[in-house]
């Protein structure tokens, strides 16, 4: 296996994590709407949006930026499944 093999292994093993990661917050995401649509609870939280940015950059290192782009993402889509009311 060359090196550029090894390193697309590396990037498919990764992507595993990654799906499978994503997937539970998705499932998570889906119990907080109907939380928040059982208890009259605004999808919006600016505060909880920031605190969640500010925790995942603290292990970002050089790759802040990118991460909070990242994170912008997830969190809109996470306010569109929950607004799936």
Known sequence: ????????????NLDKII???YV???NVIKSIGEYKKNNNVKVLD????????KKVC?????????VINLY?????????KQSER
């Open 1 to 12: 296996m060359n090196e550029l093999e090894r390193l697309r292994k590396e990037i498919d």
């Open 19 to 21: 799906v499978s990661a």
């Open 24 to 26: 539970e917050r998705l």
């Open 46 to 53: 600016s505060n909880r949006e920031n605190e969640v940015l």
């Open 58 to 66: 603290e292990n970002a290192g050089e790759y802040k930026d990118d």
């Open 72 to 80: 912008k993402y997830i969190m809109d889509y996470s306010k569109k």
